[in-house]
């Protein structure tokens, strides 16, 4: 089997459209769990953009490296597992992680995926641990991106202008998070 040399640029845009199916699934996820009046939970979040990233990055690799659905899983998992936990710790702990929530499920989950990932990757390349450390950074840099809109509500009191400009750090996550992944892949797989 012929296989095709990895792209920035195809990477970065898979990373993209599986951010953007991400969040379609979010709103989709939390549609259907507040309908059967499951609320303040937030696992759906990594859930819906493990399944869309690991999807579309899948496509990818899969092509590249001839990786099997595992990819989709370890990011399904890697995202959904730290958030659900989180979501039970607020619900059953004395002092719930309000503000704090996200960050230390983006955080571990960076982790968590980093490492699964990490495992798949060592099959194709002495260099897989370096997944771990853009895994890390690039979901951490995507994450801020969003939280940055808690920031420029502040600033900006233009409903317009405001709305614009979150949809953009919104979308721009997925863009954030497929340059670092990218870079990372590259380096991985010792391609120029």
Known sequence: MNRQTFS??????????????????????????????VEGVQFYLGVGLGAGIGFFQWRVLKEI???????????????GVPFLLFDLVS????????????????????????????????????AA????????????LAASAVLCIDYIKLIIHHNLAL??????????GGVVLGLITGLSIKKILGTK
Request: charged share 5%.
């Open 8 to 37: 920035l640029s195809h990477w970065t845009k898979a990373t993209f459209l599986g951010w953007f199916v991400g969040i379609i699934l979010i709103i989709v996820l939390s549609s259907t769990l507040d309908s059967v009046g």
């Open 65 to 79: 490296t001839g990786v099997n659905l595992s990819w989709l899983w370890s990011s399904l998992l890697g995202l």
């Open 91 to 126: 619900m059953y702990s004395a002092q719930p992680l309000g503000s704090k929530y996200l960050p230390l499920s983006v955080g571990t989950s960076a982790v968590f995926i980093g490492v699964l990932q990490y495992f798949i990757l060592k099959k194709f390349s002495p």
């Open 129 to 140: 641990h370096l997944w771990i450390i853009g895994s890390i950074a690039g979901w951490i």
């Open 163 to 172: 709305f614009i400009i979150n949809l953009i750090m919104i979308l721009g």
